[in-house]
């Protein structure tokens, strides 16, 4: 049976689709109107803060670093500068796949790998936030053609101008001026991160590190306008940072040249002083390096041939080379002594080649074995006599030697601004004790008294003890700064002066240390026989390994650098002191005969003008005295 047709119902479909047209007009509506009002939220609402991101979206602050302060020997002459350079920066945040950019810059510039695990290196230090990581160096204009032809392939990488520092003297104040290099992540958290932004390199040793805040200076900045891929459109405000101050040493480069010809290439150290300010003449630790190559970045092979370098060109003898001061030290002794009451100016001990303690078998040798017969505090002095000093060391007990010694600065600290020095070793009971866990013995106060057994010293602190000793006795400290912002350094902690019971004691031991080297049998005559004034010195050798009892010291049997060290102390003009020097030679095995003949160049340099006579202000009539020495 047929189905009927079904009619189609237009009115039923005419009020669905108006009602579909309502609700999607609705829906529209609706939709129009949370847009309209998420603008008006974005752009009244929140102006502000939307219009302070654009604007640091635009507008970025730079850190302009300032330009680090220059450093002058006394007369003047640039010992350290900064010369511009090109260097090759990246930024990570901008660079994206940084790896890859390395990857390409190696390509680019046909380096090594070992380059490119050094960039790696640098691109992993602690930095701040979008702040360009230096990678290389004193581009040349071939590196830089090549970047600026592939900087489409380099997002993020620039070449920049800055100022590098420069040392033109190179290895002649590497110990003293030091060097300043790349900061690293533990100085990058204790510096002040607004002073050091942008700023790459800070003093690692030397005068750089101690005056590091002095010759950093204050850094500026500049708002600049850029586009979106960060390049700079406009500068629109800049501050000017405030350069670094100029520091000007106490150093000679004429007397430090004069010193390191004198030690003629061998290993050692050289100190001199004006006694009457503190002020370091010349300081020279040999081998040297070059400080230039810790600037920018070693390499790797570079620094392991300095580390391992059998002769340590970088470590600093003036300052933290530890040597037992040997006889040097005998004219401090002899004052302690005299000023201690247990011997006058007129004490006299027989020398029969040794010495020996009561009751007890041991010699103690005097360097001459056949013995000086009877000796007298200054003449011991002239001869260097060992068995004086081993009686006078007995008769003032370890704990007074002490006291005295440590006055001297043995032991502690001297320098106002070299934090590298090292304090060196004053033994005592309390040290020996708590060292060793030992008693001290009657024998170590005997070889402390002619410098050797647990006593250790810097060749800096015998030269200020020997400034003690032509001063009378007046602390200066040694320093190397003469003026850091047009003014002197300031001792904060300043050491007491030696004063004693009589000044006099002074002059007995600087007639024995001037009879040393002029007096007919002193142990350095031969260098006061071409001298055109008047030296005081001692001279000193200090055992590297220990002698046999009775045995005798041969040369030939011991290996170069098991051989004694050579030192010399001294001080000139003898009755107007200008300068005091103290020198040790390496393996010199003679103080008198290797050592004394390198203080007198040096005094030389200092004293003499180009006649070879000496310079009119050092000029003065020699006082008429007794030569007390030479009577007996």
């Not at 939709?31 to 008006?40: E, G, K, M, P, S």
């Not at 406009?234 to 040493?249: E, F, H, M, N, Q």
């Not at 008294?449 to 647990?454: A, E, L, P, V």
């Not at 003898?574 to 005094?603: D, H, L, T, Y």
């Amino acid at each position: 049976m047929p189905q009927p047709i079904r009619l189609k119902d237009h009115e039923k479909d005419a009020r669905l689709v108006r009602a579909r047209v309502i609700v999607g007009a609705v829906a529209v509506l609706l939709l129009t109107l949370v847009l309209i009002a998420r603008q008006y939220f974005l752009q009244v609402i929140q102006y502000d803060y939307h219009s302070t991101l654009s604007e640091n979206n635009r507008v970025h602050v730079q850190p302009i670093p300032p330009t680090r302060g220059l450093i002058f020997d006394r007369n003047g002459v640039v010992i350290a500068d900064n010369r511009p350079s090109f260097s090759l920066t990246v930024t990570r945040e901008r660079a994206g796949d940084w790896q890859g950019v390395l990857d390409v810059i190696v390509e680019v510039l046909q380096l090594s790998q070992e380059d490119r695990t050094l960039f790696e290196k640098r691109m992993k230090q602690g930095r701040r936030p979008f702040e360009p990581v230096p990678i290389l160096f004193e581009l040349s204009e071939e590196q830089i053609a090549r970047i600026a032809v592939n900087q489409f392939r380099l997002p993020g990488v620039e070449v920049v101008a800055q100022l590098v520092r420069h040392y033109p003297n190179k290895e002649h104040f590497a110990h003293s001026v030091g060097y300043v290099g790349r900061i690293n992540e533990a100085e990058l958290k204790k510096l002040d991160p607004i002073n050091y932004s942008g700023t790459h390199h800070i003093g690692k040793t030397g005068i750089e590190r101690f005056y590091e805040d002095q010759l950093h200076g204050k850094v500026g900045y500049e708002e600049v306008e850029t586009n979106a891929r960060g390049r700079v459109l406009r500068v629109l405000k800049r501050t000017d940072p405030v350069p670094g101050a100029d520091l000007i040493l106490t150093l000679d480069l004429r007397l430090q040249e004069a010193a390191e010809q004198a030690l003629a290439g061998r290993r050692g150290a050289i100190v001199a002083l004006d006694p009457n300010n503190g002020e370091v003449l010349a300081m020279v630790s040999q081998p040297s390096f070059d400080p230039n190559l810790f600037v920018t970045g070693i390499s790797f092979k570079a620094y392991a041939e300095l580390r391992d370098s059998i002769d340590r060109p970088l470590f600093n003898r003036v300052l933290r080379g530890l040597y037992p001061p040997g006889s040097t030290v005998k004219p401090m002794v002899a004052v302690s002594g005299l000023d201690a009451g247990v011997v006058t100016p007129l004490s006299r001990v027989f020398d029969p080649g040794f010495y020996q303690l009561p009751n007890y078998d041991h010699k103690y040798r005097n360097w001459n074995r056949t013995g000086d017969g009877w000796v007298s505090l200054e003449t011991a002095i002239m001869r260097s006599n060992d068995t004086y000093f081993y009686d006078l060391a007995h008769k003032m007990g370890i704990d007074r030697l002490h006291s005295y010694m440590s006055r001297f600065g043995f032991g502690q600290r001297v320098a106002l601004d070299m934090f590298e020095e090292s304090a060196g070793l004053m033994p005592s009971r309390e040290w020996k004790r708590a060292r060793y866990r030992q008693a001290w013995f009657p024998g170590e106060t005997l070889i402390l008294g002619i410098g050797q057994g647990y006593m250790q010293a810097t060749p800096l602190q015998l030269a200020q003890a020997t400034a003690l000793v032509a001063n009378h006795g007046k602390w200066l400290r040694p320093h190397l700064a003469k003026t850091i912002e047009g003014q002197p350094p300031v001792d904060p902690e300043p050491l007491p002066d030696i004063v004693l019971r009589d000044q006099k004691y002074w002059d007995y031991a600087r007639n024995g240390m001037e009879q040393v080297v002029h007096g007919a049998r002193g142990t350095a005559r031969k260098v006061g026989d071409s001298a055109v004034y008047r030296i005081a010195g001692k001279s000193g050798t200090a055992q590297v390994v220990a002698i046999k009892q009775g045995e005798k010291y041969d040369r030939s049997k011991i290996q170069e650098r098991h051989r004694d060290h050579a030192l010399f102390v001294g001080f000139a003009p003898a009755e107007n002191p200008k300068i005091a020097v103290a020198v040790m030679v390496e393996n010199g095995e003679s103080g008198s005969g290797v050592a004394a003949p390198v203080v007198k160049q040096v005094m030389d340099a200092w004293l003499l003008g180009e006649d070879g006579q000496l310079k009119p202000e050092y000029r003065q009539p020699l006082p008429v005295t007794a030569n007390t020495s030479a009577s007996r």
